[in-house]
């Protein structure tokens, strides 16, 4: 009986292998499924997404533009217990670095919500506390790079510098250059083709080492005063700061490119950033377009510094967001409010972990990706299924399959390469919660470069997911 079982497995498995008759093969591009009305809708999303990439290149400017936003869609910052009421649109702010949008449901929160977590941060270049030095003639801009990157290919490219200035007098001063018209930018400069023989043996990931990540800050000296001292006498003019100031400091350089379509079909949206202010987007404005009343309250979390752990007090690392469920349920239960509830409230919660992935690149194909498990542009957001203890549990899978086949949405899924890739994102510091999280994500191309390229249809498609979410009846 047991060998007639295993038999019949492996003749069930052999069947379901990745030939043409699978139905993986017959999966068809998310744009070959849109009906003539659906293309403007596809286009008009992404020009949205384009205009918020713009001007949110950072966890800071992103919330700034997200509370802009809510704001204009009826949503009111959050005060106090009696405004949790159903229906009501609330948004919280977390140190001008996170936010969370709520729309409070008709069922009480401790019988389940529905939430949505990204991230804001994208990897890019910090300057150093002490930033400007002389070389040469030259200033140069002493940095720290922020999350993976591929340090070259940051050199020969538009740097914008943006950020904030606090001061001692409690002044905070925003810092943006390089991203209006007629700004200067910063250029971290490589070596001529004509003299790098002394670079040439190194390896693909040292071409430039960390401490030679310097953009040029100035250059013109004057009859009484260097580069360098002419550049900071600029600096804190022009601010109102002093030298010092730029230790209670936040600058980033991050690409001053603008984002543009991809393609002589314009299918792709060409952007810095989009790891994960892409899932950003589309959870943030999922909830702020939503009608009416949800069976579930509805959270869009907007998390900061997923890429170096999620640490500080504004990641998903911190309590955070136990504390937003502590206020949400102690509002509701009054008197009646426990650890207990609270506990109930965290257990009975669905998550989403909304954050970008590797999508199968066109060059390197198999070298880096397993093709039969690989995401594809163009196919519909992916269903993380890592292994291990990064899986959700297939239970909860299934579900959301069926919110995704429900809503008409074309999905796929994405494993990394064994030994090659693999990940995790801020799932996993709710899991610890008890939240039950499963991790989806758009596919795209360049990831954690200066410009990644992401298509329309799935960004289109994972904001459908995303509202068909917060609508769902179920848990």
Aim: a neutral charge; glycine letters at 8%; charged letters at 20%.
């Amino acid at each position: 009986m047991v060998h007639l079982r295993t038999a019949v497995l492996v003749l069930l498995f052999s069947s379901l292998s990745f030939t043409q008759d699978s139905v993986w093969a017959t999966k068809k591009s998310g744009w070959q499924l849109l009906t003539p009305e659906q293309r403007p809708q596809v286009e008009n999303f992404a020009d949205k997404f384009k205009s918020y990439l713009d001007v949110s290149r950072s966890a800071y400017t992103s919330t700034k533009e997200v509370v802009k936003q809510a704001k204009a869609a009826g949503f009111t910052e959050y005060t106090g217990p009696a405004q949790v009421k159903p229906g009501a649109r609330l948004f919280t702010v977390a140190h001008d670095r996170a936010v969370l949008l709520t729309v409070i449901g008709s069922e009480p929160i401790v019988s389940g919500s529905h939430l949505v977590g990204t991230h804001q941060d994208s990897p890019h270049i910090d300057l150093k506390a002490r930033p400007v030095v002389s070389r040469y003639g030259y200033a140069l801009l002493k940095t720290i790079e922020y999350g993976g990157i591929k340090k070259y290919q940051w050199a020969n490219v538009p740097l914008a510098m943006i950020g904030r200035i606090d001061t001692e007098d409690g002044r905070t001063v925003d810092v943006n250059i390089g991203l209006k018209p007629g700004d200067p930018v910063f250029v971290i400069p490589d070596n001529a083709p004509h003299s790098d023989r002394p670079l040439r043996s190194r390896t693909y990931t040292e071409v430039f080492a960390g401490e030679e990540l310097n953009p040029v800050f100035a250059s013109a000296a004057t009859s009484d005063a260097s580069a360098a001292s002419e550049a900071l006498r600029l600096v804190t003019s022009a601010y109102k700061i002093k030298e010092e100031d730029f230790v209670s400091a936040e600058l980033h350089l991050v690409p001053a490119t603008r984002p543009a379509d991809v393609g002589i079909d314009r299918a792709l949206v060409g952007a810095y950033g989009q790891d994960d202010r892409l899932s950003s987007f589309c959870a943030a404005r999922a909830i702020l377009d939503l009608k009416g009343t949800p069976r579930f309250t509805a959270i869009a979390y907007l998390s900061n510094y997923e890429e170096t752990g999620s640490g500080n007090n504004t990641g998903a690392a911190s309590k955070l967001l136990d504390t937003t469920y502590t206020q949400l349920v102690a509002a509701q239960l009054g008197a009646k409010y426990n650890d207990i509830e609270l506990s109930n409230a965290l257990r009975n919660a669905t998550v989403i972990s909304a954050d970008v992935n590797d999508g199968i690149n066109p060059i390197f194909g198999e070298m880096t990706s397993e093709s039969s498990n690989a995401a594809r542009l163009g196919y519909g957001p992916a269903i993380k299924i890592y292994g291990g203890s990064f899986n959700a549990n297939s239970e909860l899978t299934a579900r959301i399959r069926g919110v995704l086949n429900r809503a008409n949405i074309p999905w796929q899924t994405q494993t990394p390469k064994v030994e090659v890739g693999g990940g995790g994102t801020i799932g996993y510091f709710m899991s610890r919660s008890e939240m039950e999280v499963i991790d989806l994500g758009v596919p795209i191309l360049s990831m954690h470069s200066t410009y990644e390229m992401s298509s329309k249809v799935d960004v289109w498609n994972f904001y459908r997911f995303m509202s068909a979410f917060y609508q769902w009846e179920g848990k």
